[in-house]
Nanobody, 124 residues
Framework: QVQLVESGGGLVQAGGSLRVSCAAS????????MGWFRQAPGKEREFVAA????????YYADSVKGRFTISRDNAKNTVYLQMNSLKPEDTAVYYC?????????????????WGQGTQVTVSS
């Protein structure tokens, strides 16, 4: 069983930065592919970023490319999402997810474990 707990959300002005974290349980964290997704009110949950197990390759949605950075610290069983140049349209609940196959997929159905989410609000 894998448990994921997000933290670090909050309120920030447009143009500002925020870093959200996701702490994972499980001894094999370094073998998980990890992803970040977000869901705004009335919208579908959408892919934001992912990082693979092997090689730590990263993938980003076009809407966040160049502004967001996903990273992982396997010693701390934690994955991070650094968000810079935030825009009001980035406002959403941000969820981390784990894929035990180690892939960095943009598809929700590839992830078997999800955190409870953390709210990020960007004011204009």
């Amino acid at each position: 069983q894998v448990q994921l707990v997000e933290s670090g959300g909050g309120l920030v002005q447009a143009g500002g930065s925020l870093r959200v974290s996701c702490a994972a349980s499980g001894r094999a964290f370094n073998t998980y592919g990890m992803g970040w997704f977000r869901q705004a009110p009335g919208k579908e949950r959408e892919f934001v970023a992912a990082i693979t197990w092997i090689g730590g390759r990263t993938y980003y949605a076009d809407s966040v490319k160049g502004r967001f950075t996903i990273s992982r610290d396997n010693a701390k069983n934690t994955v991070y999402l650094q968000m810079n140049s935030l825009k009001p349209e980035d406002t959403a609940v941000y969820y981390c997810a784990a894929d035990l196959r180690g892939l960095g997929s943009p598809a929700r159905y590839d992830y078997g474990y999800w955190g409870q989410g953390t709210q990020v609000t960007v004011s204009s």
